[in-house]
């Protein structure tokens, strides 16, 4: 038998001292939630969606870039219709309706990491002038 502090002997023959039941109370707390599945579709960008080849002018290409972005990333979180429309208006003037199109199915659909150039996600200013000879001019050469 182990031994214990003095006053604190606990003796397995002392077996006629009663024993008091524990109350428990237990409750189950009521959660109410809503879940919502899938992405609301953005109105800027569904009203317009007329996303037909052939060459497309700039806002089914930002259209088609925008969707490709939310699918391939996220959500893109810092819009401006001013500048959308500037980006994409330049890049369709600079390379024509269809090639501009092939560009960016090429960048989302058919590159070795769609949604991704060098490595970082593809954003709108991937289509802006400064950025043709490393992203626009690369990919229309692999179209060749």
């Not at 208006?89 to 960048?107: D, M």
């Not at 150039?117 to 626009?136: H, M, Q, S, V, Y």
Request: charged content about 30%.
């Amino acid at each position: 038998m182990a031994s214990f502090p003095a006053g604190l002997d606990i003796d397995d023959e002392d077996e006629d001292t009663p024993v008091r039941p524990a109350t428990v109370r237990t409750t189950t707390p009521q959660v109410r939630s809503t879940v919502s599945a899938g992405r609301r579709s953005r109105p800027e960008t569904r009203a317009t969606d007329r996303l037909r080849t052939g060459g497309w002018d700039w806002a089914a290409l930002r259209d088609y870039v925008i969707r490709m972005i939310e699918a391939t990333s996220g959500a893109h979180v810092q819009r401006d219709p001013r500048t959308e429309k500037g980006i994409f208006s330049s890049f369709v003037s600079r390379h024509g309706a269809e090639r501009a199109e092939a560009i960016a199915r090429y960048a989302f659909e058919t590159s070795p990491h769609p949604g991704y150039w060098l490595n970082a996600p593809i954003r709108p200013t991937r289509f802006t002038k400064g950025a043709d000879e490393c992203f626009a001019q690369e990919i229309i050469a692999k179209l060749r």
